[in-house]
């Protein structure tokens, strides 16, 4: 799974504040701006490894991983998902990487003994719930599964049905508004566009007392009404299946049977019942194909304009006379998932890592999603392993994450996370993550603002396969009214991959990164070989230009003689964070944002004062003592991030520990959650009582950059 997709620019674009002053002025960016943290004699060395990072980097041996890779399904839990666990480790250990270790969780992960859905009234319809075999694609011939949703609950209704649209709080009160009664029906609903996690679909539908859940995939949001459908063009034709988890991971993301901590083979493990995470509605995924049926069979009251589709009839809200029979049977079991790592290991500070993390668990074949970013993580994994093979290693290690199960529960990159969270929290430096490296060429990245500088100045480093120039400036051609790059990189963070952990959890600065383009086949069976090599990237250019991009990106941390990480950018979009917050009408006169801006005002000018003192150090001769002064410099930079969180996470999700983002129960990202979730509720003790908390973070930040400076001897 993976949502970045147009999620990440929720945020209304604000002029550039005060605070960019203090960015713009400070000595060390215009020192700098070839190459963020590296004095002149090292960006030089650094810039010749990644040159030869790039040679090396073969589409045809990325194809040719792309190729195995999405050769048969391979789901969380399968034996096939297993054997790519144990082909990724036997590659890690052949391309040299060291510490290549496999990690065995014993995690939920219920498979389906049956699924039906069937129309019993006005007529009888029975839901193939298959998708077609096209035979320009033999692929699609393969037995994908049954078709269902991760962690539907079981049972068996029979039911009125009613149509609410995309399934959010306000279509139901529109359908309470006009008379139609929901509790004990079955509802329908429409995959959305932007993006909503299903998940919440389900907990809304569940909290409003339905008895079960269908989510179809309307041709208004991904198909024919979009453009040319699979096999001739990108969108799902008629018969496509959306499949997914339901997860309610917003809540605690991991294993919900092991909140908290790492499902070890042995651990203790709560009981379901008591467990956040876990939906308890009936919910199933289908094609417009199954549904429209029964949409036209619904009576009752015309649907809203908003609410019409693109089949090619008035669509109605019910209830009745359709009538539908749902069951789903799921077993309870427990199975092992498989996270792979490896490492390249640094020659200087071999415990300071980079971590690249990508999944490997599909819902089918996994074109998109996420084999394509298996294959740019092997093939940066090939060319570093045989780099290092010949001495040329990195200061610092680069982390190689193979993640299982992120489909389900965000759970691989969890529970490892939850396993590993002392050395994390001591070492890592930052974490990259591709989901899906390429479903077309629009590079897009969303960040922690102190990585924007790394992020863009990376990308303007690497050619842009199909178009003149690079990957910055095709990414600059789409943000035309951006001030600059530093604006490209969205800055909120919302969820629905492996990031999760390491940003709410753990406090590491994160990126999450891909190539984006019309991709209507998510989670589908035609998200395969067949979508990749003829639609979305043939000739694997893009899916290896992201290895470059992640390559020259992990190299850099690893590598500069500073971490690049920019506290004054961080600073000033946490200002405009406060900003939007001060600007809602409802905040006027009930809450102070006074003492949380002087609070940025603070880190800011720390930030500042950092900035300079690193400019000073890094123009000194090179010198044992100066040396050392850097290290502990670089070492209370990297532990800033992590004073954004709060022991006791935000009110009513306390795994969620970082102050400043937590996702919607839709994903989308909510920035200064816990005071924005009071501002929604109107709870104003609460509110300034979370203001009082996110305060006091940002002065442990601004006094954590502040030691950063004092480090360097000023
Ligand atoms: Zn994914």
């Known amino acids: 799974m993976h949502v970045s997709r147009s999620l990440g620019r929720t945020l209304p674009f604000i002029a550039l ?19 963020r943290g590296f004095t002149a004699a090292s960006a030089a060395r650094e810039r010749a490894l990644e040159a030869e990072l790039s040679r090396r980097l073969s589409r045809d041996s990325t194809g040719a991983f792309f190729k195995y890779l999405t050769a048969e399904p391979h789901p969380a839990g399968t034996v096939r998902n297993k054997i790519l666990a144990d082909f990724v480790a036997a590659r890690f250990r052949q391309y040299g990487l060291e510490d290549v270790r496999m990690h065995r969780y014993d995690v939920l992960l219920p498979w389906p003994r049956e699924v039906k859905v069937e129309m019993t009234a006005p007529t009888h319809y029975v839901a193939t719930l298959k998708e077609d075999v096209f035979p320009q694609d033999p692929q699609t011939a393969q037995d994908a599964g049954p078709t269902y949703l991760g962690m539907s609950a079981s049972g068996d209704v029979t039911r009125e049905l009613v149509y609410a649209s995309s399934g959010n709080p306000s279509d139901y009160d529109w359908l309470e508004s006009q008379g139609i009664s929901l509790q004990g029906k079955i509802a329908i609903v429409r995959y959305s566009v932007p993006y909503s996690y299903r998940g919440f679909k389900a907990l809304t539908a569940q909290k409003r007392g339905l008895a079960a859940l269908l989510i179809y995939s309307d041709p208004a949001q991904d198909g024919f009404a979009k453009g040319d459908t699979f096999p ?10 959306q499949r997914g988890s339901i997860t309610y991971d917003f809540m605690i993301a991991g294993d919900p049977l092991t909140p908290g901590y790492a499902s070890l083979p042995g651990a203790p493990r709560i009981k379901a019942d008591d467990a956040l995470s876990m939906p308890k509605i009936i919910t199933v995924p289908m094609s417009y194909r199954d549904a429209e049926p029964m949409l036209r069979a619904l009576g009752g009251p015309e649907a809203p304009k908003e609410w019409q589709g693109a089949l090619g009839f008035r669509y109605h809200v019910g209830g ?71 001495g040329k290693r990195p200061k610092r290690s680069i982390v190689f994450a193979d993640w299982d199960a992120e489909e389900w529960h965000l ?34 990245a969303t960040a922690v603002a102190s990585l924007n500088d790394v992020v863009t100045q990376s990308v303007r480093d ?42 709410n959890f753990l406090g590491v600065p994160v990126v999450e990164m891909d190539f984006d383009g019309p991709y209507g086949v998510y989670h589908s069976v035609y998200d395969d070989y067949y979508w990749m090599t003829h639609l979305g990237d043939p000739g694997f250019k893009y899916m290896t230009a992201m290895s470059e991009v992640c390559g020259r990106m992990a190299m850099r941390l690893a590598n500069a003689d500073v971490y690049p990480y920019d506290f004054a950018l961080y600073a000033n979009r946490v200002g405009r964070f406060i900003d939007s917050l001060a600007a809602r009408p409802s905040v006027a006169g009930q809450l102070d944002v006074t003492a949380a801006r002087g609070a940025t005002a603070h880190w800011a000018s720390a930030a500042a004062a950092l900035d300079s003192a690193l400019a000073t150090t890094l123009a000194a001769p090179n010198s044992p003592a100066r040396s050392a002064r850097l290290r502990a410099a670089n070492e209370a930079m990297r532990a800033v991030e992590q004073h954004f969180l709060n022991d006791s996470g935000i009110p009513g999700r306390p795994w969620f520990k970082h102050v400043l983002y937590a996702p919607k129960y839709t ?4 920035v200064l959650p816990g005071v924005e979730e009071a501002v929604d509720q109107g709870n104003w003790s609460l509110a300034r009582e979370q203001i009082a908390v996110l305060t006091a973070k940002l002065e442990a930040v601004a006094a954590a950059t502040r030691a950063a400076a004092n480090a360097l001897g000023r």
């Open 17 to 35: 504040g005060s605070f960019a002053l203090l960015t713009i002025a400070a000595g060390w960016q215009q020192h700098q701006t070839l190459m």
């Open 667 to 670: 994903y989308a990202a909510m």
């Open 320 to 390: 009745g006379p359709a009538t539908v029979h749902v069951k789903v049977d799921m077993d309870s079991a427990t199975r092992p998932i498989y996270v792979v790592e490896g490492r390249i290991r640094g020659t200087e500070e071999p415990n300071k890592y980079v971590l690249l993390g990508n999944h490997r668990d599909a819902w089918v074949f996994g074109g998109v999603d996420p084999s394509s970013g298996t294959a740019t993580q092997l093939e940066l994994a090939r060319v570093l392993g045989a780099m290092a093979k010949e």
């Open 411 to 444: 759970t691989g990159s969890t529970e490892w996370g939850e396993n590993f969270a002392d050395d994390v929290k001591a070492n890592a430096i930052a974490y990259l993550n591709v989901d899906e490296s390429t479903s077309g060429s629009n590079f897009e």
């Open 462 to 503: 690497v050619k842009d396969p199909a178009r003149p120039g690079s990957v910055l400036d095709a990414w600059g051609r789409r943000n035309e009214n951006a001030h600059g790059p530093l604006d490209y990189p969205a800055n909120a963070l919302g969820s629905g991959s492996d990031y999760t952990v390491f940003l």
């Open 232 to 241: 001739v063009g990108p969108w799902g034709p008629s018969s496509h299946i």
